[in-house]
């Protein structure tokens, strides 16, 4: 919906507006400049990637479809807004580890001191969870006091959030429209969302979980079925001639990147477990960062220039064998 001279609307700053953008761009190419790109240029739509992707991009990467069009040398994805005048670049992101902490306990009346219940083991687990998550909060939001131009504050890529979004216990006769007060549960379940910055070792977090549930009768387990198990970023140095490309090609429109890790998570860290560079790029500069907020929205203007912005590096990138 357009109205004041924005788009409005679920998805206006995420994947679905970059995926127009790519469109257009390429139809750009091709009708205004007769372009004939020593690549082949693959776009690409799939479903599932707000719920992990594994249905999605996952399994299109293991699909003859995708082995026939191989090798590909770089790949984009979507990135985020920047409220300042730089454009964020992402070269890695986050890995989303959710888990389930379930404990087991007697049970009894609650009037009774009945010890190590199911309830009171998972509070344990979700005080040290929460303690953990103050932690990294304290990380983000620390000041190192050094004052060399070249240090940048923490962005929230560069820690990990764990965040406590369920509880479940408690005895229901009606499928849980009421609960006995009175009676203690012998289950117990919590849920997280983690996301795991690169910046801490998967094994390292790994082991602070089975640390957390080390209780008799507690125990952890992944929602998704196979979470990736190392992180994967793509490189940003003189070896990665892409990059250098990118830039160049940003470059000359006078554009400022930021490389950053993205906070959450993309169908790209499948592409990169295969060893394919990727870029999490949104072309969305002095942009208010309102992905999946209530009135999510962008400026007319930065939607167009950011077709303009995807010519000129369709242009300069796939001229390159």
């Given amino acids: 919906m357009l109205e004041d001279g924005r788009i409005y609307g679920r998805g206006a700053q995420d994947m679905k507006c970059v995926c127009i953008q790519y469109v257009e761009a390429v ?6 400049r007769n372009y004939k790109p020593k690549r082949n240029i693959h776009l690409t739509f799939f479903p599932d990637e707000e719920i992990g992707g594994g249905h999605g991009m996952r399994a299109f990467l293991k699909s003859d479809e995708f082995k026939a069009i191989e090798p590909i040398a770089i790949v984009f994805d979507e990135g985020l807004a920047n409220p300042g005048e730089e454009y964020s670049v992402f070269y ?32 344990k687990i979700c005080n040290q969870a929460l303690a953990f998550r103050d932690e990294q909060e304290a990380l983000l939001n620390a000041d190192d006091g050094c004052k060399h131009s070249d240090m940048k504050k923490r962005k929230l890529g560069d820690v990990t959030t764990i965040n406590l979004t369920f509880l479940k216990a408690g005895v229901s006769g009606d499928g849980g429209k009421t609960y006995a007060i009175n009676v203690i549960p012998t289950e117990a379940v919590a849920g997280f969302d983690v996301r795991v910055s690169p910046h801490l070792d998967l094994n ?47 470059s000359k429109r006078g554009m400022k990147l930021e490389p950053e890790v993205f906070p959450a998570a993309t169908d790209s860290r499948f592409v990169r477990e295969l060893g394919i560079p990727a870029f999490g790029f949104s072309p969305m500069n002095q942009t208010e960062i309102l992905l999946h907020e209530h009135n999510e929205s962008l400026h007319k203007d930065t939607f167009l220039r950011g077709i303009d912005v995807y010519v000129d590096i369709f242009n300069e990138m796939f001229a390159h064998i």
């Fill in 204 to 250: 390292e977090f790994r082991k602070k979980l089975d640390e957390w549930c080390s209780e008799e009768g507690v125990s952890w387990e992944f929602v998704e079925s196979n979470p990736l198990q190392k992180h994967y970023t793509t490189s940003l140095d003189d070896t990665n001639e892409w990059w250098q490309i990118f830039q160049r090609a940003c």
């Fill in 27 to 32: 139809a750009r190419l091709k009708l205004e």
């Fill in 92 to 123: 890695g992101e986050r890995t989303p580890w959710w888990f389930y902490a379930k404990a087991s306990g007697p049970t009894g009346h609650g009037s009774r001191f009945i010890s190590n219940t199911a309830t009171m083991k998972l509070v």
